[in-house]
């Protein structure tokens, strides 16, 4: 696979939303499915046999049987997530969806927001799944098309010092040309009231937390 339009999912050891991976990988969403360490119980747990499984194996307790395995040592610079971020750019991946990263301990999960972030900035469309909501990288200048729903909460942070002329349109609050930083609440808890919405941003990189469609 050298395209860069194939989708990945990287399914780490934190809480997982196994209905939301379920649903998209029995519609063939996924080219690559990759287990970070733990991340491979979870897919046990849905009968689903990953493509490569990648980490030190110190949550998970033993080496997986996998198609392929990418096993680093326990003593790293890099989180195991990270090492699977730059296994799936190596080899291509133009949208990646991840899985198990957020929840659980709040610095691991700050750490994987962060680190995504990075990634998304070398132009591979990143998004978070988490149990009750998704969190997508936004990088300007760019627009992310929300799902329409009749109701339901977005928050928008800046992951950059300052992201510059955002723009929420479709939702019960406006927001226009506003520059966010990453030292305010500005952005927290907009609602989605069954019209068509975005967020845009020129300028920087945001986190946009959206209800899962």
């Not at 990648?54 to 198609?67: A, N």
């Not at 799944?129 to 928050?155: A, F, N």
């Not at 941003?201 to 899962?212: A, M």
Request: hydrophobic letters at 45%; aromatic letters at 8%.
């Amino acid at each position: 696979m050298t395209s860069k339009a194939f989708t990945c999912a990287l399914v780490a050891a934190s809480d997982f939303n196994a209905a939301a991976f379920t649903d998209r990988w029995s519609a063939g969403a996924f080219d690559l499915i990759v287990a970070v360490d733990g991340g491979f119980a979870h897919l046990q747990s849905v009968s689903c046999d990953p493509d490569v499984a990648v980490g030190d194996f110190d949550s998970l307790g033993y080496v997986p049987m996998c198609k392929e395995v990418i096993e680093h040592p326990t003593h790293k610079d890099k989180s195991d997530l990270e090492l699977a971020l730059d296994y799936v750019l190596a080899r291509g991946a133009g949208r990646v969806v991840v899985y198990g990263a957020l929840g659980g301990r709040l610095d691991h999960s700050v750490g994987n927001l962060q680190m995504c972030a990075r990634f998304a900035e070398c132009g591979v469309a990143v998004e978070l799944v988490d149990v009750e909501c998704v969190v997508s990288v936004l990088v300007g200048p760019g627009t992310l098309e929300l799902p329409r729903l009749e109701r339901g909460t977005v928050s928008v942070f800046s992951a950059v010092d300052e992201a510059r002329c955002v723009t929420e349109r479709g939702m019960e609050y406006a927001l226009e040309g506003e520059n966010l930083t990453n030292r305010t609440t500005r952005g927290l808890s907009n609602e989605l009231i069954g019209r068509p919405s975005s967020v845009t941003v020129e300028e920087g990189t945001l986190f946009v937390f959206h209800p899962i469609a």
